[in-house]
């Protein structure tokens, strides 16, 4: 496991955490904040996991 995908798990989880808080507090703006937070630490954990592959093919 590699930087990119532990941020991108922490990230995911921060922006689930953040998305229930917005709703629970009837806040629109923190549930999309919540929601982009989510999609950013799918991508980032994407791209971690395209660099294990690579790095793993390249041994």
Same mark, same amino acid.
């Given at each position: 496991?590699?930087?990119d995908q532990v941020e991108g798990k922490l990230k995911?989880?921060?922006g689930k955490i953040q998305e229930e %808080?917005?709703?629970l507090i009837d806040s629109p703006e @923190? #549930?999309?904040k919540g929601l982009q937070k @989510?999609? #950013?630490g799918k991508l980032q954990?994407? %791209?971690g996991?395209?660099?294990e592959? %690579?790095?793993i093919a390249t041994k």
């Amino acid at each position: 496991m590699n930087k990119d995908q532990v941020e991108g798990k922490l990230k995911d989880i921060g922006g689930k955490i953040q998305e229930e %808080v917005g709703d629970l507090i009837d806040s629109p703006e @923190q #549930e999309a904040k919540g929601l982009q937070k @989510q999609a #950013e630490g799918k991508l980032q954990g994407k %791209v971690g996991d395209l660099k294990e592959a %690579v790095h793993i093919a390249t041994k």
